[in-house]
């Protein structure tokens, strides 16, 4: 809620500095995992995730549904539902602080053809061309590639590892010591890394690889797809 959120700054002239005032602060620094911090927000401890997304569209520009917002580390995501002061931990700061990474998800899957009704998407030629829009997209959506965003790689032996695609690169590892790699777009819907592999989306939800020995992973390369959620 607005009430709670205290902005950097020039928050006084804005009306928005809290009506509860004894609420534990915290500032956050909204963060790509490129390392650019995009806003700084210092926002009440009881603030849900929910209206925090709230503030980083007005500030920043993405719209809520487009935002998926992971701590650092090992990119828990942060639900709606809950206070951002049950996540951590937090500096010792005063107030304390921590980072909170954005990764921004598509409004938009191209597809030349309609080939079945996809849940929270409706099929129609619109300003990025010819596809899935989701029912929720409208002229504040951002243009982001298909493929970009959280991407889950679950082993033989159950446990999942985590990918972040954004602005071209592919992220593999705890933010601040991630390893980036650079990709070549080939179109709206595939690109290669390293020149050899390539991943082409299948789905919304699933990206199948040409091969996934560049992990390293022994075991593991007839694990081929990616998979990550859709649109709530």
Excluded at 96 to 102: E, G, K, M
Excluded at 182 to 202: D, G, P, Q, V
């Amino acid at each position: 809620m607005a009430a709670e959120i205290v902005l950097e700054d020039n928050a006084s002239e804005r009306g928005e500095l809290s009506s509860g005032e004894s609420n534990k602060l915290i500032k956050l620094s909204i963060t790509l995992m490129s390392g650019v911090c995009v806003a700084t927000l210092t926002v009440a401890d009881e603030m849900l995730v929910a209206a925090l997304k709230e503030c980083i569209a007005r500030e920043e520009g993405t719209p809520e549904r487009q935002q998926k917002l992971l701590l650092p580390g090992d990119f828990q995501e942060l639900r709606d539902s809950r206070s951002i002061g049950s996540y951590g931990p937090f500096t010792d700061e005063d107030p304390p602080s921590s980072a909170v990474l954005l990764v921004r998800t598509a409004a938009f899957f191209p597809s030349e053809t309609f080939v079945d009704h996809r849940p929270g998407y409706h099929f129609t030629l619109g300003k990025e061309g010819l596809g899935y829009y989701r029912d929720d997209h409208d002229e504040r959506s951002q243009a982001v590639d298909a493929f970009d965003g959280w991407w889950n790689w679950y082993r033989a032996n159950g446990e999942c590892d985590t990918f972040i695609i954004q602005q071209g690169f592919l992220y593999h590892g705890k933010m601040g010591c991630a390893q980036a790699l650079s990709l070549r777009k080939i179109n709206t819907t595939k690109f290669c890394i390293k020149e050899h592999f390539f991943a082409e989306l299948t789905s919304e939800t699933e990206l199948l690889w040409s091969d996934v020995s560049w992990l390293g992973s022994v075991g593991n390369q007839d694990r081929k797809t990616w998979t990550r959620e859709g649109p709530a």
